[in-house]
């Protein structure tokens, strides 16, 4: 009998495999540690590397950006203003496509983290519709807003990525149409105590998308034919990034297409109810206001005439929407009105005889020459009431602003103060910023001098009163030499930089006083903004910083304190 035979010998034989196997899976356990790490590692590396890249472009395109915006404000010739606005336009495309592949990267990476903040759903779609109307009138096309009048409009997520995701969907509808509609839609599909889902719908007259590449849309870097990135222009990121945003808000994305039909792109999203904003254009007792009110919708525009449609017979005003061509027609019949109060709505780029030329025929019409016209006009210029035009409203219609029209033409508010009805369209930057900011003094730090140099001419055109420091020790020294109210705070900076500066005001100012500081910071990744609220600043603005959006946190900082300011000057 052989040694292997014997029992002692089986024992041998099973311990030598047992400890081989123990090895080859330690082994095995090994390699799956270090491809785990050289993994992460690979992505700690790039992430590392698209945030130093992510700062080192937006530092000179904020100067680029920065300067176009704020020689669009000067007086110009033609040629001047159109070059002008090539340069900002191409600076935004550049940071656009910045921000794609930085997001592209934090997602992939499962570095995005949702917030929940509470919002109001209106104001974000009507802010969104506004900032796309020049995009859309430059190329004719009809811009239009539905949102559920039964919608909570109080609700509590993350409005800055839901922004992002509608951003995306509109401005690629914009961009693949070249003549036509886009329609913007929110619906309330199901509705809890505490949750609802939101479907949202971005549907357009463009291109279409061709069916053999309708399986690839949502893949990264893929457009809808190999010459569309060239003809125009983008990362082919934007509904990579748009679909996981949704599936992070636990719903889905989708789209419906056909070549040279256009495209239906739609996604839902769950959120939570937040704080009720009460709106008297979604009330139930909206329709009280409207008695005995007959309106006639003339637009050209299938998408405008079916949106104004639908909210009039949701504030129970009885409507017939229709064409140019077809209005003459109706009114020929001289029944439109049946004796109830008309009001009659006209886009202003309607073919045929012409929008003034049509409300001069109602008026002269001999039943309804008492009716009301209110005339729908891309141009945001404020206009008077005429003799043929009664009322005007800005494009694309808000449906606050129509429902306070509508109030305010009929007389027939029923209790409703129409003063409360809708807030006013934000005041547009201009030459004659408010007095009151004058009152109110802004340090800027920064080591760059083309960002000292941009913000100053910022702060200057929104009326701060300014001074400006080349570093965190001269800011230093400024802010413990005179008293400012905020401080703009550049965070990197050679030297000290700016979290070590807000570190040392905060020691200093202790607990008798605080000096407000907002960080200007070119870094634009997840957790940039924490950092900065944990080094002891009160906000965060990412570059390039646009006047607007610093106009809008300068305002909210200084109207919080403004007694103060003002009383700190007696």
């Known amino acids: 009998m052989s040694p292997l035979e014997t029992e002692e010998g089986t024992i041998a034989l099973s311990t030598i495999r047992d400890i081989t196997e123990r090895k080859r899976a330690e082994e095995e356990a090994n390699r799956t540690r270090g491809v785990r790490d050289l993994a992460l590692e690979a992505a700690r590396l790039r992430s590392d590397f698209l945030a130093s890249m992510s700062h ?89 807003l539905y949102v ?241 035009v009664d009322a005007w409203i800005t494009k694309p219609v808000r449906p606050s602003h129509l429902f306070s029209c509508l109030l305010e033409l009929c007389r027939n508010a029923d209790g409703v103060n129409t003063r409360t009805i809708a807030a006013a369209p934000p005041r547009p930057i201009g030459n004659q910023p408010p007095q009151w900011r004058k009152a109110v003094r802004v340090l800027l730090v920064d080591d760059n001098l083309v960002n000292r140099t941009i913000g100053a001419q910022q702060l200057s055109v929104l009326g701060y009163t300014a001074e400006i420091a080349d570093g965190a020790q001269r800011g230093l020294e400024v802010v413990s030499s005179r008293r400012h109210d905020i401080v703009l705070m550049d965070c990197e900076m050679p030297g000290m930089d700016g979290y070590q500066a807000v570190a040392e005001i905060r020691r200093r100012e202790g607990n008798t006083r605080h000096t407000v500081v907002i960080a200007l910071t070119a870094h634009a990744t997840e957790g940039d903004r924490a950092r900065c609220l944990d080094a002891g600043m009160d906000d965060y603005l990412s570059k390039p910083v646009k006047l607007n959006s610093l106009a809008e946190m300068l305002d909210t900082w200084a109207r919080d304190n403004l007694d103060h300011i003002l009383t700190s000057q007696l």
């Open 56 to 144: 080192e472009i937006r530092t000179p395109l904020a100067g680029i950006i920065g300067a176009g915006e704020l020689l669009s404000l000067s007086d110009l010739t033609p040629e001047q203003r159109r070059q002008t606005e090539i340069i900002r336009s191409s600076g935004e495309l550049l940071l656009t496509t910045v921000n794609d592949i930085l997001d592209f990267s934090k997602l992939a990476a499962g570095r995005v983290v949702l917030e929940k903040l509470d919002f109001d759903l209106v104001e974000l779609t009507e802010n969104l519709i506004d900032s796309f109307a020049v995009a859309a009138h430059a190329k004719g096309i009809e811009l239009a």
């Open 148 to 388: 559920d009048v039964n919608m909570p409009t109080g609700l509590r997520g993350d409005p800055s990525r839901l922004r992002q995701i509608l951003n995306n969907l509109v401005s690629n509808a914009i961009k693949f149409t070249q003549h036509g509609e886009v329609m913007v839609r929110a619906n309330r599909v199901e509705d809890t105590a505490g949750d609802v889902l939101v479907r949202f719908e971005v549907i357009d007259t463009g291109i279409g998308i061709p069916f053999e590449m309708q399986g690839r849309l949502f893949q990264p870097f893929v457009q809808a034919e190999g010459s569309t990135s060239r003809r125009f222009g983008g990362t082919g990121l934007g509904l990579v990034i748009a679909a996981r945003l949704v599936n992070q808000m636990g719903g889905e994305i989708g789209f419906e297409s056909a070549p040279a039909k256009g495209s239906n792109f739609h996604f839902t999203a769950r959120l939570e109810k937040g704080l009720e904003i009460v709106r008297p254009w979604m009330t139930a007792t909206a329709t009280s206001c409207f008695n005995g009110i007959r309106a006639l919708i003339v637009n050209d525009s299938p998408a405008s005439r079916q949106v104004i449609s639908e909210y009039l017979s949701s504030w129970g005003i009885e409507n017939l929407a229709v064409g140019s061509t077809e209005a003459l027609d109706i009114l020929k019949l001289a029944r439109v009105g049946d004796g109830k109060q008309i009001v009659v709505l006209i886009d202003e780029q309607i073919s045929g005889v012409g929008a003034l030329g049509l409300a001069r025929a109602i008026k002269e019409h001999s039943n309804i020459k008492h009716g009301k016209v209110i005339m729908f006009s891309a141009q945001s210029a404020v206009r008077n009431a005429t003799e043929v």
